[in-house]
T-cell receptor, first 112, second 114 residues
């Protein structure tokens, strides 16, 4: 069965620290990859997505992610986090234009 | 424009009762998704609609769960004979089409089964 693993469940960083959140998936075929974010009290919203082309994808608010097909990974990065990045981050994998599998999420807490 | 809306925002029900959760997608979006988010769990895919048809119902956890979509718009998720393990936040999302198109999420319905 397809699975999505987010290895870090809770990350605490100081402002200006660099961020990397891991995401690995198990499906070997063609996939579309997403990172979603849920700020406290808000809806889930899309940070960035990959479906073809340049494996380095840039999203909103300075986030980027790199698709490494050989490692089945789609890690999220940001060079310098801000307090406002405190949120829960979800990696998601879509295949077949239908079923979407989400990871269990990573809670990021940024300390001012 | 209006986003995805869901109703009710909160629902408390007694074990064994039936509940209906409603999702109004963004106008013009042909794809609609239902997810469940339980405490400490990720988002669990339940069902996907393209138009009024559901090509993939494999995520529905049991035959107590059903969903329909009418007129290519509003969708209803029904849970019959609710159990305590059904307690969760039920999220709906819509997208212009399926595939790589962005999903827009609603605020969710928090269901508590007592």
């Amino acid at each position: 069965a397809q699975s999505v693993s987010q290895h870090n469940h809770h990350v605490i960083l100081s402002e200006a620290a660099s961020l990397e959140l891991g995401c690995n998936y198990s499906y070997g075929g063609t996939v579309n990859l997403f990172w979603y974010v849920q700020y406290p009290g808000q809806h889930l919203q899309l940070l960035l997505k990959y479906f073809s082309g340049d494996p380095l994808v840039k999203g909103i608010k300075g986030f980027e992610a790199e698709f490494i097909k050989s490692k089945f990974s789609f890690n999220l990065r940001k060079p310098s986090v801000q307090w406002s990045d405190t949120a829960e981050y979800f990696c998601a994998v879509m295949r077949g234009y239908q079923k979407v599998t989400f990871g269990t999420g990573t809670k990021l807490q940024v300390i001012p | 424009g209006a986003g995805v809306s869901q109703s009710p925002s909160n629902k408390v029900t007694e074990k064994g009762k039936d509940v209906e959760l409603r999702c109004d997608p963004i106008s013009g979006h042909t794809a609609l998704y239902w997810y469940r988010q339980s405490l400490g769990q990720g988002l669990e895919f339940l069902i996907y609609f393209q138009g009024n048809s559901a090509p993939d119902k494999s995520g529905l956890p049991s035959d107590r769960f059903s969903a329909e979509r009418t007129g290519g718009s509003v969708s209803t998720l029904t849970i019959q004979r609710t159990q305590q393990e059904d307690s969760a936040v039920y999220l709906c999302a819509s997208s212009l089409r399926g595939g790589s198109y962005e999903q827009y999420f609603g605020p969710g319905t928090r269901l508590t089964v007592t």
